[in-house]
């Protein structure tokens, strides 16, 4: 069993920073798929950054490159996504997802789910 804990979530201006926390217990991060997904209402969970297991590879979706950048931190075995040059788009829930097995950008490949931190901003 692998339980996330996601933290940093708040209301923000638009062209603001935030940083989201996901702290993992029950499997170190470093042998883990992590990854970062958002729903806004009435929308569907989407992909937003992933990190591969071992060598720390990362990716993104398009609509936040260069702007979001997921870390991994094995001391602390937490993942953070540090979020730069927030749009009111932006707003959704974030999700933390964790997989033993899987390693991509699809929400059905990830078996383990953070409770999700509201992210808003403001125009």
């Known amino acids: 069993q692998v339980q996330l804990v996601e933290s940093g979530g708040g209301l923000v201006q638009a062209g603001g920073s935030l940083r989201l926390s996901c702290a993992a217990s029950g499997r170190t991060v470093s042998n883990l798929a992590m990854g970062w997904f958002r729903q806004a209402p009435g929308k569907d969970r989407d992909f937003v950054a992933r990190?591969?297991?071992?060598?720390?590879?990362?990716f993104y979706a398009d609509a936040v490159k260069g702007r979001f950048t997921i870390i991994r931190d094995n001391a602390k075995n937490t993942v953070y996504l540090q979020m730069n040059s927030l749009k009111p788009e932006d707003t959704a829930v974030y999700y933390c997802?964790?997989?033993?097995?899987?390693?991509?950008?699809?929400?059905?490949?990830?078996?383990?789910w953070g409770q999700g931190t509201q992210v808003t901003v403001s125009s």
């Open positions: 997802a964790s997989s033993i097995s899987y390693n991509g950008p699809s929400n059905e490949g990830y078996e383990y």
């Open positions: 990190i591969v297991w071992r060598d720390g590879m990362a």
